[in-house]
């Protein structure tokens, strides 16, 4: 976003400005307040529409406009009372580990941060927290931020503090635009009133275009015209609950599938974990299996990437030396000749590895992370650990022999000992469309991108059969011979069936 200190402050492009005051129902007679100014961007545009009462704070004296009224002190510590009818900008953004240790001190004696926030929130917080405190009854606040505090549980008390108070009446998600340079941050633009009486809903516009926004994209979405944007009513957000920006119907096909699965999740069936870490992968990607003797071939596993996942079935696999045991470099050289030559040539790029605090030989992978996970002679299931979605259906979940190994692109399930349900069964479950557009929506996401990491896919709802229910068995079973099917015909139509089976699943009380 070009220029940034330790105060975190990212300057907002003019016709972003310029729309977020477009948003401002107040007529010109209301006390206005911008607690991050900057140089003043959302001042000279309040000032030129017509606005007349507006304060502006920034603790950043290098950059203080002198022809605004802004305060040089911190908006955080400000002794202010509520009385502002508008509150617009862009607040700062900061993750507590990276604040100055003033800063954070500031933090620690605000009675708002302490009752709300924690070590995991965002600068972002006590901004929007404060903001909301200072608004006078139906007060606007108008921010543009990061979208992830709309779903983390860490911010789950900013979130109540706001419905509490009032309610949000307009949101503006930017998934994948870029809207300040050079940063890959999904951001939104919500107004919220602070008033006793609840507005029924709230007005969504979800933007879609990847392209650098202009004035023109933002007068199309003002006016819903937008060919790049869906716009769409949802009811007000309740206490608790994240908020998740889907249309009514998309989330009472969510809520029907949570449901069904009455609370359980994967991590209560499945073991999850992220694969192993070479720290160079293409040093120990073998180039000529015909040549390895006797014991390289015993020290050899075969590995499985991302890229050659798909979903139920999986493309080509690698071979990738991998010794089993300790030696030293001598034993090294003469008893895995073909191994020392092939690494020979990336020796001193693999010495550089992050070693995670090991004395780490260059023959050796950097991290075995959950290898006992993976060594067992069991079936697994390997998806990619981040996937896009845009223009997909459904996920790479693949079912996968006992005999290969996820490096740290890839993900891996595994059956715990007490689940009953087929491997089969958990991987057409994964590969759904109920399990596609849960994540879509609840899931870990970045943009267009998921995150299949152990913790979210932990967390999503699992539907457990009821193996003394005979319909339940037999839909079950049928799922599973769907998956075998698949597995050597490939019919796409397959998914439509397996999918007519969840169905019916999750109708069974």
């Not at 955080?76 to 001190?105: A, C, F, H, M, Q």
């Not at 293409?282 to 020290?299: G, M, R």
């Not at 050289?333 to 020796?347: G, I, M, R, T, V």
């Not at 993900?411 to 689940?419: H, P, R, S, V, W």
Request: charged share 30%; net charge positive; with cysteine.
């Amino acid at each position: 976003m070009g220029e940034k200190n330790k105060y975190g402050q990212y300057m907002t492009p003019n016709i972003i400005a310029d729309f977020m005051c477009t948003l401002v129902e107040h007529d010109k007679t209301a006390v206005c307040l911008e607690p991050s100014a900057g140089k003043g961007i959302f001042l000279s545009k309040l000032e030129k529409v017509g606005f007349r009462n507006i304060l502006g704070f920034e603790i950043d004296e290098t950059i203080i406009n002198p022809n605004y009224n802004i305060r040089n002190e911190s908006f955080v510590t400000s002794n202010l009372t509520p009385i502002y009818d508008v509150i617009i900008g862009n607040p700062p953004y900061i993750r507590w580990k990276n604040l100055e240790t003033d800063l954070k001190k500031e933090l620690e004696n605000s009675v708002l941060w302490k009752n709300y926030c924690n070590s995991l929130c965002d600068y972002s917080s006590i901004f929007i927290l404060k903001s909301a405190y200072l608004l006078k009854e139906k007060g606007e606040l108008i921010f543009i931020t990061p979208d992830y505090w709309f779903t983390t549980t860490h911010a789950k008390n900013v979130r109540n503090y706001l419905i509490e108070n009032g309610y949000i009446k307009e949101i503006y998600h930017f998934n994948e635009t870029p809207i300040f340079d050079k940063v890959k941050v999904s951001f939104v633009i919500f107004k919220y009133v602070k008033d006793t009486a609840k507005n029924p809903n709230i007005s969504v516009t979800k933007y879609l275009s990847k392209q650098k926004i202009t004035e023109q994209d933002l007068t199309e979405i003002k006016n819903k015209t937008s060919a790049d944007a869906s716009f769409f009513d949802i009811p007000q957000f309740k206490k608790d609950e994240k908020w998740i920006l889907v249309p009514n119907k998309d989330k009472s096909e969510i809520e029907k599938y949570e449901t069904a699965c009455n609370t359980n999740t994967f991590g209560d069936f499945c073991r999850i974990g992220n694969g192993m870490v070479s720290g160079l992968d293409k040093a120990f990607q073998i180039k000529n299996e015909s040549l390895l003797n006797e014991k390289e071939n015993k020290n050899s596993i075969n590995v499985l990437k991302a890229k050659d996942l798909n979903s139920i079935s999986f493309g080509k696999t690698t071979k990738y030396i991998f010794l089993k045991q300790e030696t030293d470099e001598k034993n090294f050289q003469s008893e895995y000749p073909n191994f020392s030559e092939q690494l020979a040539e990336y020796k001193t790029k693999l010495k550089n590895r992050y070693s995670y605090g090991k004395d780490l030989k260059y023959w050796e992978w950097a991290f075995l992370r959950n290898f006992n996970l993976f060594k067992t002679e069991k079936e697994r299931i390997f998806c990619p650990c981040k996937e896009r979605i845009t223009k997909r259906q459904r996920f790479r979940f693949s079912v996968v022999p006992p005999e290969y190994f996820p490096t740290q692109d890839v993900t891996a399930l595994f059956k715990k000992e007490e689940t009953k349900e087929d491997i089969r069964y958990i991987a057409a479950l994964l590969n759904s469309k109920f399990v596609f557009k849960w994540l879509s929506n609840k899931g870990t996401r970045k943009g267009d991108i998921i995150e299949f990491s152990e913790k979210p896919i932990s967390s999503i709802p699992y539907r457990k059969i009821n193996f003394s229910n005979k319909k339940e068995v037999q839909l079950h079973d049928k799922i599973v011979s769907l998956v075998n099917n698949y597995s050597t015909c490939h019919e796409e139509t397959i998914f439509q069936n397996i999918d007519e089976c969840f169905e019916q699943l999750f109708i069974i009380k």
